[in-house]
């Protein structure tokens, strides 16, 4: 069975410059997650999906930072204007619906803004 | 205070050494806890759930302690492929339920 898969993997962008990155979550799973990561950090939650729906997007840096998951299966996460301060490894992830579930991470996409 | 809380380590173990790794998280109501593995430059991966009465999984065990509010893991028998990075991760609810990630604990396994 295929796992959560991410693309690009890596990405070099000038400040200013629009990004986007895509997310293909394990089939069958409702719930998606988009978590940004720093060095030495745990990965901290951006937004969270249920199907199509973002139930919690609290923590997404709204002026600059855009995601959709229109068909409630594979989501986009957009950065217009991305900033220095962007560079970190965005990390999609996938579960099925429930509280005491497994999430499944893709790769994720390192960003490098310079 | 951060809602999941761990010591980044580096813990600098020698094969065969025991060593155990606790995480604190702030929220009373949380109900779901995790131990994460993170490989250098890789995704989390789960390594166990956490349950009340604790559990054991060959060389890894994972406890919950709910009146403190701490998990830990303890791994037996260090090898070298335990090097890697452990994250403490609760989920705790509010709405909706959030896996809330601790910043991780580094070990390292040396000859």
């Known amino acids: 069975e295929a796992g959560v898969v991410q693309s690009p993997r890596y990405k070099i962008i000038e400040k200013k410059q629009p990004v986007a990155f895509w997310c293909n979550p394990i089939?069958?799973?409702?719930?998606l997650y988009w978590y940004l990561q720093n060095l030495g950090q745990g990965p901290e939650l951006l937004i969270r999906y249920e199907n199509e729906e973002a139930v919690d997007d609290s923590q997404l840096p709204k002026d600059r930072f855009s995601a959709e998951r229109l068909k409630g299966v594979d989501s986009t996460l957009k950065i217009q204007p991305a900033e220095l301060g962007d560079s970190a490894v965005y990390l999609c992830?996938?579960?099925?619906?429930?509280?005491?579930?497994?999430?499944?991470f893709g790769q994720g996409t390192r960003l490098t803004v310079v | 205070r951060k809602e999941v809380e761990q010591d980044p380590g580096p813990f600098n173990v020698p094969e065969g050494a025991t060593v155990a790794f606790n995480c604190t998280y702030s929220?009373?109501?949380?109900?779901?806890f995790f131990w994460y593995r993170q490989d250098c430059r890789k995704e989390p991966k789960l390594l166990m759930s956490?349950?009340?009465s604790g559990n054991e999984d060959g060389r890894f065990t994972a406890q919950l302690n709910r009146a403190s509010q701490y998990i830990s893991l303890l791994i037996r028998d260090s090898k070298l492929s335990d090097s890697a990075t452990y994250l403490c991760v609760v989920t705790s609810p509010g709405g909706s339920y959030i896996p809330t990630f601790g910043r991780g604990t580094s070990l390292i396994v040396h000859p």
């Open positions: 992830a996938s579960s099925p619906s429930g509280l005491n579930t497994e999430a499944f």
């Open positions: 089939s069958g799973h409702n719930t």
């Open positions: 929220n009373s109501a949380s109900q779901s």
């Open positions: 956490v349950y009340s």
